[in-house]
């Protein structure tokens, strides 16, 4: 069964601090990854996805099968990072559905 | 450019009350999604249509209808509401030719007493 964890509901660290953001999917086949942000009074929008291998405000992803991992991270975490993010999932012939993980909230202290 | 609108934003129903959700998008995408936002549950898929005339199930179905008669436009009715429906409702539209890139609408907060 296709499944998304992130283990931390709630990750708290000082500006400037690195952050890492957990994510864990169970999938037997050849997913592709995304991560998902919403800022405080704005709309759930896609951050950045594993197949571009790009950076996105700061934040970088990889993809490890090995582990099964898409973990979030930031070398200097900003004030303006703090935002619910969701890690998703989706798999191949799926239809388009995406599986979304419980989420995690990011607070970035001054 | 809206994007993808909700209405309502806010509703507070009674048990056994029925309503309608009605999302729209102007972007002339094929797909589109009905989620629900739990606490410590994420999102999870309704129902969704990867077309005008189509619909099918997701995760959690049970209690919910949808309709797309128009391609623009994504029905979601709940026909008695229950307190377990007590949620925000997220929805969302792709191109067939993308669907990792969700564009979601703002929600909207459903309250069942």
């Given at each position: ?6 283990p ?29 942000v ?73 | ?36 936002q ?76």
């Open positions: 069964a296709q499944r998304v964890t992130q931390e509901k709630l990750l708290s660290v000082f500006k400037g601090a690195p952050v890492e953001l957990k994510c864990n999917y169970s999938y037997s086949g050849s997913p592709e990854l995304f991560w998902y919403q800022y405080s009074r704005q709309r759930l929008q896609l951050l950045l996805r594993h197949i571009s291998r790009e950076s996105i405000k700061g934040f970088t992803a990889d993809l490890n099968k090995g582990e099964t991992s898409f973990h979030l991270k930031k070398p200097f975490a900003q004030e303006e990072d703090s935002a619910m993010y969701y890690c998703a999932l989706s798999g191949d012939n799926q239809g388009g559905k995406l599986i979304f993980g419980q989420g995690t909230e990011l607070s970035v202290k001054p | 450019n809206a994007g993808v609108t909700q209405t309502p934003k806010f509703r507070v129903l009674k048990t056994g009350q029925s309503m309608t959700l009605l999302c729209a998008q102007d972007m002339n995408h094929e797909y589109m999604y009905w989620y629900r739990d606490p410590g549950m994420g999102l999870r898929l309704i129902h969704y249509s990867v077309g005008e005339g189509t619909t099918a199930k997701g995760e959690v179905p049970d209690g919910y209808n949808v309709s797309r008669l128009k391609k623009q436009n994504f029905l979601l009715g709940l026909e008695s509401a229950a307190p377990s429906q007590t949620s925000v409702y997220f929805c969302a539209s792709s191109r067939a030719q993308d669907t990792g890139e969700l564009f979601f609408g703002e929600g909207s907060r459903l309250t069942v007493l």
